[in-house]
């Protein structure tokens, strides 16, 4: 079998990349960043606070975590009703009591249906990203670009009524078009945490930021899909902490500079009661290391985009 001549002759067919929504980047060639204290690692917690609707839309596809037996799916909607009731308290309070400030992706039906939750976030410090409307507003590149311009105008303008401006946006499973970029950018925002594809953030050549929420090791990979327990989850972070700060600390002078390590955690996978204790110690092991300096997203962003000049 022999491959068809028009293969070879694709137009976008390059070193690097075949789309231009971003340049190609090896992070051994960037300028280095140091993170204040002269750690060599942010540790960026992010919450995802979600409210998934009884009946699921399935438009454009049904969002992960979502209902999955038949309606009114009650074992499901309030399991994940736990997280916003009682997991996330739990989170709030670990990183209150250690002086930690973090993101929450937040949908903004959780705001608007709970607001003693927002506030609790907000006059704790910590910061809001927008994570779409509610479980069903997801994106992909089968929408139209006027649905998909709906979904995330919507979200801003909802926020707006709250009187909250969020300069992150977090997609429903981390899905976006090829249009989304430039949405974001129209609608105000100024970064999104969507593109997993490194250990730092990165630019998009219309200036929006990539900060990498890296899946691999969110807790609903290790605790739900691979069924790893809270003690191994722990281990696992705090073996990728190491990693990442000698890392850091061997490249010096080389140009590779600091790392990033994201934390995405969910109120009703990790704040169930025989996990939380695990995750507390994670945090005073990652503490005791003196290797990390733990950040909101938007302050990470601002470090990182200093050293850049």
């Not at 799916?73 to 009682?86: I, K, L, Q, W």
């Not at 490249?251 to 600091?258: A, P, Y």
């Given at each position: 079998m022999t491959?068809?001549?028009?293969?070879?002759?694709?137009?976008?067919?390059r070193e690097g990349y075949d789309h231009d929504l971003y340049d190609w980047s090896e992070i051994r060639n960037r300028a280095p960043v140091r993170w204040p204290g002269g750690r060599p690692l942010a540790v960026w917690p992010c919450i995802a606070a979600e409210f998934f609707p009884l009946t699921p839309s399935d438009t454009p596809f049904r969002a992960p975590g979502h209902m999955q037996t038949a309606f009114p799916?009650?074992?499901?909607?309030?399991?994940?009703?736990?997280?916003?009731?009682?997991g996330i308290w739990r989170l709030l309070d670990a990183f209150e009591v250690r002086g930690i400030r973090c993101s929450v992706a937040m949908n903004v039906a959780v705001a608007e249906r709970y607001p003693a939750l927002l506030e609790a976030v907000l006059s704790g410090g910590h910061e809001v990203l927008a994570h779409s409307t509610d479980m069903n507003g997801t994106i992909d590149g089968s929408l139209s670009a006027d649905a998909e311009n709906a979904i995330i105008g919507e979200t801003r303008a909802r926020w707006a009524a709250l009187g909250v401006a969020p300069k992150g946006w977090h997609s429903i499973a981390r899905s976006q078009s090829f249009r989304t970029p430039d949405l974001l950018r129209a609608h105000g925002f100024d970064w999104t945490c969507d593109w997993v594809n490194d250990d730092l953030p990165w630019r998009f050549r219309n200036g929006l930021v990539n900060l990498p929420l890296n899946h691999e090791l969110s807790d609903r990979q290790i605790l739900n899909v691979t069924q790893?327990?809270?003690?191994?989850y722990a281990t696992q972070i705090g073996d990728a902490a190491d990693w990442l700060a000698g890392e850091a600390d061997a490249?010096?002078?080389?140009?590779?500079?600091?790392r990033l390590l994201a934390l995405e955690l969910t109120p009703y996978i990790i704040g169930l009661p025989y996990r939380i204790g695990a995750f507390e110690a994670l945090l005073?092991?990652?503490?005791?290391?003196?290797?990390?300096?733990?950040?909101?997203?938007?302050?990470?962003?601002?470090e990182w985009s200093a050293a850049q000049g």
């Open positions: 491959l068809n001549p028009d293969y070879l002759d694709y137009p976008r067919r799916d009650y074992r499901h909607y309030t399991a994940r009703d736990y997280g916003n009731r009682v790893a327990s809270a003690d191994s490249s010096e002078g080389t140009g590779w500079g600091g005073d092991r990652l503490i005791a290391s003196g290797q990390c300096w733990f950040a909101p997203g938007g302050a990470i962003i601002a």
